[in-house]
């Protein structure tokens, strides 16, 4: 067996143990009903979030096609100051998996989920995402 199937199959069979863990101790810190709440409260943003996500990516896409900009860049060239605050496509489907792990009932998961979300970190991650797009070319059409 290879060294990542290991890893992959230790990090399977920890991950539940290190939630439930942490559920735990959090919950002799608050209570058990609090820590329901939480977990609940999370769901629910967490699905909201990929509603959202779904939504203003197919918008920030549709505005990049109809403009015939690449999906990295913004609105802006668009509507001018009144589309301001659009992001890239490619920032705005990555709150998708942040809003997935926000969602998966568990307080690690939703703390990753969290820091996924923050803009800072979604910039970084879709301008590493670009580079490596732009690295390894467009695909070959083929014959």
């Known amino acids: 067996m290879s060294g990542r199937i290991r890893w992959g ?19 002799q810190v608050i209570g058990w ?8 409260i999370s ?4 699905l909201g979030l990929v509603r959202y996500a779904l939504g203003a990516t197919g918008r920030s896409l549709g505005l990049a096609i109809t403009a015939l ?6 609105a802006l060239a668009i509507d001018g100051p009144t589309r301001a605050s659009a992001a890239p ?9 942040a809003g997935l792990l926000i969602a998966v009932p568990g307080l690690l998961t939703t703390a990753v989920g969290l820091i996924l979300w923050l803009p800072p970190v979604r910039e970084r991650i879709a ?8 690295r390894l070319g467009p695909p070959d059409p083929g014959p």
């Open 43 to 46: 769901v629910v943003l967490g």
């Open 33 to 40: 009903w609090w820590l329901l709440v939480i977990v609940v």
């Open 89 to 97: 496509p490619a920032q705005t489907l990555l709150i998708v998996p």
């Open 69 to 74: 900009q690449s999906p990295g860049q913004s």
């Open 9 to 27: 199959c230790l990090l399977v069979i920890a991950y539940p143990i290190v939630e439930f863990v942490i559920a735990v101790l959090i919950a």
């Open 127 to 134: 301008a590493r995402i670009e580079r490596t797009a732009r």
